[in-house]
């Protein structure tokens, strides 16, 4: 449809991929490199920066692939929530992600289970076939990365310093992305357009007392209950931070924008300051 072409051009030009003519810039050209949606190539080409590529990749690979999470019997729910909790990350699901994936390869490596590490999947209502795929993703994406020479930063989940890296690779990429709690109890109000939506039952932060208020997500379903998908916390500062400025003036007016404004006003004297010293 005309309209979507529209949406998707826009879509290009806010995250830097086309040059004034229309067509693809350098940065571009790079991004349409990886077989990913854009905004995961802008997440992992921004990754490069700063410094957290090998989080980026098992990220893009565990989001790319389907779904790791098993659809469980009836009756066994609160089991398989349980077992799933011991890869939660406070920070959010993408975290959670490189929690699941760095278990399901030391599983696969570890000599005990025997090479039967479909069995620990199914202990932990985990896909095997999925986990599989992401690897086999991964290691795609690596090779992609070494072609074109882009560098691969050593592992470093766990620290602060990381886990904000992660958070502002993911912002480059997804700050369209975002979503307010409006009223405490978990119903997102999505920045771009004014509709509503309910965590994925998948997520770390589904039927917990600690709701985040500013999310960014993967992905919104309007077939899975008007549910958003694979979903961490971020700081109004850090989008404001991110954000291009021609993106966010273009924002339908709400609540929520204006939140936004104010910070993005607060900072704007120390952004000042900063150009003035470079």
Request: hydrophobic content about 40%.
């Amino acid at each position: 449809a005309p309209e979507s072409l529209m949406q998707a051009l826009e879509d290009l030009d806010y995250l830097a991929a086309l040059d004034n003519d229309g067509n693809l810039s350098e940065f571009g050209i790079i991004m349409s490199e990886f077989p990913l949606d854009p905004q995961l190539s802008k997440s992992l080409l921004a990754s490069c920066e700063f410094e957290c590529v090998d989080e980026m990749l098992t990220i893009a690979a565990m989001v790319t692939a389907p779904s790791c999470f098993l659809h469980t019997p009836a009756g066994t729910e609160e089991i398989a929530r349980t077992r799933w909790h011991r890869f939660s990350h406070p920070a959010g699901d993408h975290f959670t992600l490189i929690n699941i994936f760095n278990a399901f390869k030391a599983a696969s490596a570890n000599p005990t289970h025997q090479g039967n590490t479909e069995k620990w999947c199914r202990d932990y209502f985990l896909s095997f076939s999925a986990l599989s795929m992401a690897g086999v993703i991964r290691a795609e994406l690596v090779e992609i990365m070494k072609r074109i020479e882009l560098p691969i930063s050593q592992p470093d989940f766990g620290s602060e310093e990381n886990l904000l890296s992660i958070k502002k690779a993911l912002l480059s990429g997804y700050f369209m992305h975002i979503a307010r709690d409006v009223d405490g109890s978990g119903n997102y109000l999505m920045l771009t357009h004014k509709q509503v939506a309910q965590l994925h039952p998948f997520s770390s932060y589904y039927n917990t007392r600690r709701i985040p208020e500013w999310i960014l997500f993967h992905e919104f379903s309007i077939s899975e209950g008007n549910s958003i998908r694979v979903v961490s916390e971020i700081s109004p500062h850090l989008f404001a931070e991110l954000v291009p400025q021609y993106y966010f003036s273009n924002l339908p007016p709400s609540e929520s924008k204006d939140i936004l404004q104010e910070v993005i006003n607060h900072l704007a004297p120390v952004s000042a300051t900063k150009e003035e010293q470079k």
